[in-house]
């Protein structure tokens, strides 16, 4: 029924349409006429009137001797090209209008607002818990917040094995001296170097770690030797806020003899490119043998777990090298072993003072660590490496510079 009512709508337009633009064509200016109507498709559509009374499903073109009449007309066929223009621009711009509205609940339709009000406070907090995790991302990594109380530790408890020939420091002394190490803020830079004069050292087979040995108890295997060790401890401070770098180089392999030198020069080269680094940790592991062969571990249990005992080695200047601050090394190792003591009171084993220089003279953070011996598995030795980390991890969070 509407369409009948429709096409004689669309008629009486284009008529009118028809007898406008023929006084138009007779008494205006032609070219200002055609300019004005077919340069919007808005001004033609208004003549034309063909989209008024238009049913859903229609195509959208004049049909029957209206089509004529437009066709028959060059103003008004010029127009109809402007017209669908305007009519594809028109359906395009209702349709993303439509797209950008949000869809509504039926409960929202009915003036309950309840579930908008809960979706937009859901949106909103998920927007600022995005923002908080973007600004938590970007900031500054923190390091953990000091646990261990080493104010509780006495000084009976510290032990130091002394193998120098003229030095005698007192310990009771040394503990009550705050050390001098200073350590940047790791986004300065990197702040702990750990690598191994002697990476080949491994541990007793045991298991599934098994290797092939490139020397008596040793091997070039990185998943088995200290290098595997290293990345133990690397994981654990970088868990705790440190920036670390980690020397993988074999100094000791092929040649044994001269490794010392050649560490030297490799840790040289990194304080060189990384002046932010000030602690050094030489990462060994012991070997206790006695005459007759028989190989010692150094063992403990904590928590239920099998851990190898961690021993520090302070070197000085009392066989000849020039090692003017071994002081503040020896300082730093105390403390370290307090740390180790108030994480549990057998972890560490006594500090062993030496003559020998052990290039700790590079930094007031240079420490030689042995974790376990070659008696020791290789799982007993990670979780002793994890436990030092956590305990020197505490220390070096002092150190750093607020």
Same mark, same amino acid.
């Given at each position: 029924?509407?369409?009948?009512?429709?096409?004689?709508?669309?008629? /009486?337009?284009?008529? =009118?349409? =028809?007898? *406008?633009?023929?006084?138009?064509?007779?008494? =205006?200016?032609?070219?200002?006429?055609?300019?004005?109507?077919?340069?919007?498709?808005?001004?033609? *559509?208004?003549?034309?009137?063909?989209?008024?009374? $238009?049913?859903?499903?229609? %195509?959208?073109?004049?049909?029957?001797? =209206?089509?004529?009449?437009?066709?028959?007309?060059?103003?008004?066929?010029?127009?109809?090209?402007?017209?669908?223009?305007?009519?594809?621009?028109? %359906?395009?711009?209702?349709?993303?209008?439509?797209?950008?509205?949000?869809?509504?609940?039926?409960?929202?339709?009915?003036?309950?607002?309840?579930?908008?009000? *809960?979706?937009?406070?859901?949106?909103?907090? !998920?927007?600022?818990?995005?923002? @908080?995790?973007?600004? @938590?991302?970007?900031?500054?990594?923190?390091?953990?917040?000091?646990?261990?109380?080493?104010?509780?530790?006495?000084?009976?408890?510290?032990?130091?094995?002394?193998?120098?020939?003229?030095?005698?420091?007192?310990?009771?002394?040394?503990?009550? &001296? !705050?050390?001098?190490?200073?350590?940047?803020?790791?986004?300065?830079?990197?702040?702990?170097?750990? /690598?191994? %004069?002697?990476?080949?050292?491994?541990?007793?087979?045991?298991?599934?770690?098994?290797?092939? &040995?490139?020397?008596?108890?040793?091997?070039?295997?990185?998943?088995?030797? /200290?290098?595997?060790?290293?990345?133990?401890?690397?994981?654990?401070?970088? @868990?705790?806020?440190?920036?670390?770098?980690?020397?993988?180089?074999?100094?000791?392999?092929?040649?044994?003899?001269?490794?010392?030198?050649?560490?030297?020069?490799?840790?040289?080269?990194?304080?060189?490119?990384?002046?932010?680094?000030?602690?050094?940790?030489?990462?060994?592991?012991?070997?206790?043998?006695?005459?007759?062969?028989?190989?010692?571990?150094?063992?403990?249990?904590?928590?239920? @777990?099998?851990?190898?005992?961690? /021993?520090?080695?302070?070197? %000085?200047?009392?066989?000849?090298?020039?090692?003017?601050?071994?002081?503040?090394?020896?300082?730093?190792?105390?403390?370290? $072993?307090?740390?180790?003591?108030?994480?549990?009171?057998?972890?560490?084993?006594?500090?062993?003072?030496?003559?020998?220089?052990?290039?700790?003279?590079?930094?007031?953070?240079?420490?030689?660590? &042995?974790?376990?011996?070659?008696?020791?598995?290789?799982?007993?030795?990670?979780?002793?490496?994890?436990?030092?980390?956590?305990?020197?991890?505490?220390?070096?969070?002092?150190?750093?510079?607020?």
């Amino acid at each position: 029924m509407k369409k009948h009512v429709t096409v004689p709508r669309r008629a /009486m337009a284009l008529a =009118a349409a =028809a007898s *406008t633009l023929w006084v138009v064509w007779r008494t =205006a200016d032609l070219d200002a006429a055609k300019t004005a109507l077919c340069s919007s498709g808005a001004i033609v *559509t208004g003549l034309l009137e063909y989209q008024l009374g $238009q049913a859903e499903g229609e %195509t959208g073109l004049l049909d029957g001797w =209206a089509e004529l009449v437009v066709d028959q007309s060059p103003l008004l066929a010029q127009g109809k090209e402007a017209v669908s223009a305007a009519q594809q621009a028109e %359906t395009a711009d209702e349709q993303a209008e439509s797209e950008a509205k949000p869809e509504t609940d039926p409960a929202d339709e009915e003036g309950d607002t309840s579930a908008v009000e *809960t979706e937009t406070a859901s949106t909103s907090a !998920e927007s600022v818990e995005a923002e @908080e995790e973007e600004t @938590e991302s970007d900031a500054e990594p923190e390091t953990e917040e000091i646990t261990l109380d080493l104010s509780q530790i006495k000084t009976s408890q510290l032990k130091v094995d002394n193998h120098t020939e003229g030095l005698n420091p007192s310990v009771a002394d040394y503990w009550e &001296e !705050e050390p001098s190490l200073t350590l940047q803020p790791a986004s300065d830079g990197p702040q702990i170097l750990i /690598m191994h %004069t002697h990476a080949t050292e491994a541990y007793t087979m045991d298991g599934d770690d098994v290797y092939v &040995e490139s020397d008596d108890i040793r091997t070039t295997d990185e998943n088995y030797n /200290m290098i595997r060790v290293g990345e133990e401890m690397k994981a654990v401070f970088e @868990e705790m806020g440190f920036s670390v770098i980690h020397d993988t180089t074999t100094y000791d392999y092929p040649g044994y003899s001269g490794s010392y030198g050649r560490s030297l020069e490799g840790v040289q080269s990194y304080l060189e490119q990384y002046p932010t680094i000030q602690v050094v940790l030489d990462v060994h592991r012991d070997a206790l043998i006695d005459s007759d062969g028989t190989v010692y571990a150094k063992t403990t249990t904590i928590d239920g @777990e099998r851990v190898a005992q961690v /021993m520090l080695v302070v070197g %000085t200047d009392d066989g000849g090298l020039t090692h003017p601050n071994w002081e503040d090394n020896f300082t730093l190792a105390l403390k370290l $072993q307090g740390a180790m003591l108030a994480l549990d009171d057998t972890l560490p084993r006594n500090i062993d003072l030496r003559s020998q220089r052990f290039n700790q003279h590079l930094t007031a953070g240079s420490l030689l660590v &042995e974790v376990g011996t070659s008696g020791n598995t290789l799982q007993e030795a990670l979780a002793g490496a994890r436990l030092f980390a956590r305990a020197a991890g505490e220390v070096y969070s002092l150190a750093i510079s607020r």
